[in-house]
């Protein structure tokens, strides 16, 4: 036990200590705190000016209600849109020659947009609005309601109905969703999505990066030839143990300073954005404890599975290309739970979303996904532990015996046939 | 009490038979050489007395005890293929290393302090194992190999790569522990160290024991079968291929082995007799060497 204790704490300090888990376990909290603080800070300091447009109204009635319906105010009191130009019914030959002078003036800087509304609009065909920047999405939002707002108003009017303010008439009647579970009910505002995504791409990175790292160091050690002397002090058995705890504790490391953060950014990130940006809000995640000790097991799980599959993958090869090489079926695999999270999130309690969560290389991200989605049954979440910690153990005794030989074997990469007679070398 | 008592082991690896029915003791106290052409099964014979390998059949004892993880850490292990992790100081990876043959952190830092003053290394002691010469590397990982006391030390090639003047000091090294009552077992393709170093040697070859025993009964069980020769003059009078099998020539000393009933007294009169002039006509045991070739191409036939 002591030597398995000192092969871990050796690990543990090794990957610590390096350059990239410093750089991972500051970057990630940073850039949660970008991703709510940026936009905010880039939104309050973006200069605002009017954004002057012109209009070609081939209908000749669209353009005055297109005109009041952009109508609106930048927070420092001047109008956000002046209508610079109409012209209102031009000639085939008038507008050819229009529409290459506004191009030019829209090059030029001199106007920031033009929009053509087409005689059968109210038919159906489609306007169009001509800009340098169609990335402005307020822009453009703000010129196609305008524009719908006009139709409906035009639509309205030809069946007898005089209507002065069409937004009144069109503004929206929100659905509050709320989420029932056996606790209770609770407000839906995109949480239990964002919670969902943010804990699966956790999962799907941490798996790859300290699966991927066991791999390393397996191989470090074969390349260094370290891995002789090792296994003169310990069994080979032992030392895999060892290494995967210590990756194990270095990864749990990362989660634990990432969860404080995430902690700290869900208690005061609110009032940082709202600092910088009145009136703005982020994302709640919401991480019940419950929840939170079940990704615990499952990324635990997960990673003991795919360590070990890593592990034996690390010792079988004695180079890089051939790394590259053995890791890619089981980057694959990983991959795969990750994707198939489409089909667990449309409806996480369909036989296939069951049969998909207890497979135990899918189950860690699938799982977790369902129980943030909605928690199953909990034999469900009992079997798929089970059924983790059964795969894991045949995997483990596996990969021991492949690791075992293959730590002391260099050159060319095993054959299945040479690998086959590895596990029944005593 | 032997050392290590190897009887009747067979390790194969799928249809290759590494190490064949071999027996072979190591009395305590001794040097003991290993011994065979590349590819004979010394490594795999070593790392079974390790443990590092499990034979297929046959038993393995070590101070009386079959091998165990406990027997492991009476054995400090230099193996033919070096390495310490790059990336770790020198003292670290040497306590780390340590730890794992069972001494206490506290314990370990101390000897391994003395020891980095003894090899000339405590400047390098909190510097990275990638900083280090060829050299010194070595020398740190014989301090790997010897920090705990062990009771057996297994060095295989322990001499390679290392400049005539760090070689006499781990030689030194070497005897010095061996005073102290370890036990040495040496597998090393140099003969000359063989002969000055070993008391008892076994040659393997193809997996099983083809010679093994006390150096010095070898060695005269073999007879004074070859004849040292210095002379000046023309060399001519060697080219007796009916007297002699086998000719070795050192630059200013002749080492001519006799075909068996061969009398050495004929040669010395072909020389006379052709005016050479001889300065040292000596009848010597066979240098190991020649034992070696002997026998492996004995085996080989």
Redesign the interface.
Known sequence: MRKIWLVMKREYLARVRTRSFIIGTVAFPLMMIGVIALPAILLRHQSAHTLKITILDQTGEMAARVTQGLDQKLPNGEPAYQVVKTVQEPSDEDEEKLRAELRAQVNQGKLDGFLVIPKAVLEGDSATFHTRNPGDLEFAGAVRSAVREAAIAERLEERGLQIDNVRDLVGGVEVTLVKVTKEGEVEEKGQTLATALVMMVVLYVTLLVYGLATLRSVLEEKTTRMSEVLVSSLRAFHLLVGKLLGVAAAGFTQYLIWTISAALVAAYGGLVASAVRPGSSIPHIVLPISTLVYLIIFYLGGYFLYASLYAAAGAMVSSDEDAQQVQMPLTVLVLLGYMMFIVVMRNPNSTLSIVLSMIPFFAPILMVLRIVLQTPPLWQIALSIGLIVLTTTGILYVSAKIYRVGILMYGKRPSVVELWRWLRYT | MDAVVLQNVTKR??SIVAVRDLSLRVRQGAVFGLLGPNGAGKTTTL?MI?R?L???EGSIEVFGEPAS?RT??L?G?L?E????????KVREVLV??A????LSEKEATRRIHQWLERLDLAPWAEKRVNDLSKGMQQKA?FI?TVVHKPSLLILDEPFTGLDPVNAGLIKDLMLELREQGSTIILSTHRMEQVELMCDSICLINKGQSVLDGDLRAIKQSFGKNTVRIEYSGDGDFLNQPALIENLNHFGAVVEAKLRPGADPQEILRLAVARGVRITRFELVEPPLNDIFIQKVSETHA
């Open positions: 690896f799928d790392r390790m590092i499990l034979p297929d993880d492991q850490d054995i292990y193996p293929e070096r390495g310490l992790y790059p990336r770790m780390f290393l730890g794992l043959k069972g990982q790997a």
